[in-house]
């Protein structure tokens, strides 16, 4: 069993930045695919962005990109999404996510919720004027 640990949330002002993490243990995979989605109050979980963790490749939400960034950083078994120029819209809890690695190198379901397999508690993000 994979469990994921979020952590870096918290409250920053409008245009401010912000850095979550994201910590595997357990039967954690060396090649797998990992996302970050969010959840706002009063809409759907939405995928925010994903990668390989073989290739490094990334994907992006269209609302995020130029704004966002995930990496694999070099810590071990552990995921990072840099916010920047965050918006009132990007308010939400923020969940850290795993599923094995795909043939297409995690293109296909990258940023769908009903893809992945393990999912974190979640790491609250607001922001404020």
Not at 26 to 38: K, S, V
Not at 41 to 50: L, M, Q, S, T, Y
């Amino acid at each position: 069993q994979v469990q994921l640990v979020e952590s870096g949330g918290g409250s920053v002002q409008f245009g401010g930045s912000l850095r979550l993490s994201c910590a595997a243990s357990g039967e954690t995979y060396t090649n797998a695919c990992m996302g970050w989605f969010r959840q706002a109050p009063g809409k759907e979980r939405e995928g925010v962005a994903g990668m390989s963790t073989r290739s490094d490749r990334t994907y992006y939400a269209a609302s995020v990109k130029g704004r966002f960034t995930i990496s694999h950083g070099s810590a071990e078994n552990t995921l990072y999404l840099q916010m920047n120029s965050l918006q009132s819209e990007d308010t939400a809890m923020y969940y850290c996510a795993a599923r094995p690695y795909s043939y297409d190198d995690c293109g296909y379901g990258v940023l769908d919720r009903d893809a992945y397999t393990y999912w974190g508690q979640g790491t609250r993000v607001t922001t404020s004027l």
